[in-house]
């Protein structure tokens, strides 16, 4: 058996989607129904196309609800669930932040004030996202509200790609969203996968190696966007709740079974802090976590084997 390998830019992200295969004409072959697979799920969750059902579902905000295929319907329902246990630390309404607010370029030299910051906040409340599941819809009670799937998107189309290839016979492979793995199988030597945990300061340096065969890993730093005011780096991770950058955390890694689920738990175990972060992330069977603080300190929650 071969490893084979295609990178690609999907979802506005850099995919690469690895198949342990005997042929190369087959592994191209299951390549392809992946990457068909997360351009699928890309048209229906891009705030890009105005046709797509994420923005019909925004331009109805206020007014109307939406009728979306099931699996949207779905996906939301689970993003309404992980904003429930993250006490809105994670909410896919973020959409309606004005991007002009926070641009995150190098000419950014002040921060908005609490009260700007507060107003462009005011929309965001996934308790206003309605669903309708007997009727497959979706409506945005106030006009002006945004959803979308920056946060959770691209680790459902890798999810959804893996179980795709599964049920093909696809024994071992990778799926690699920009950095959010989702690893089945084994390498051809028998041996699990392995990836390297990155260092903040210098990403291309590691500083740690987990096996992670049959589990999936996202990360969320502040070394990928940030801006530095007076001496201090805010991420452009965004709390919900305020409309302000954090600081105190470089990065945040999450191990889990599941590729949208370990997405989606990245960054709101960053807005929640360390202390409440790590507790959430153990009360959940078979998630785990990985914290760097400011200060290089390492975090980590029960049960993780680094080497």
Known sequence: MLEFSQSL?????????????????????????AIEEIRRIERLLTTFDENSQTCLIN??????????????????????????ITQGAFDISYGSIDKTLWNFDRNMTQLPSREEALKMVHLIDYRNILVDKENSTVFLKNKGMRIGF???????????????????????????ASGDLSAWGHQPSGRPWRIG?????????????????GKAVATSGNYEKYVMINGKKYS????????????????????????EFADAMATPIAVMGIKAGLYLVNQIPELHCIIIDDDNQLYTSKNINLT
Request: glycine residues 10%.
């Open 150 to 176: 920056g946060g959770i998107g691209k680790g459902y189309a890798a999810e959804m790609a893996k179980r795709l290839l599964m049920q093909k016979g696809v024994g071992s492979g990778i799926i690699n």
């Open 9 to 33: 830019r999907l979802m506005g992200n850099q995919f690469t989607i690895t198949v342990v295969s005997p042929t190369k004409t087959e592994a191209e072959s299951h390549i392809n129904t």
């Open 197 to 213: 945990i990155s260092n903040p300061d210098f990403p291309e340096d590691i500083f740690s190696y987990l096996d992670i065969s």
């Open 236 to 259: 452009h991770t965004i709390d919900p709740k305020t409309g302000l950058p954090i600081s105190g955390i470089k990065s945040v890694t999450i191990i889990s079974n599941n590729s």
């Open 59 to 84: 331009s109805n905000a206020g007014i109307s609800p939406v009728e979306v295929d099931t699996e949207v319907v779905e996906l939301i329902e689970r993003s309404i669930g992980i904003s429930k």
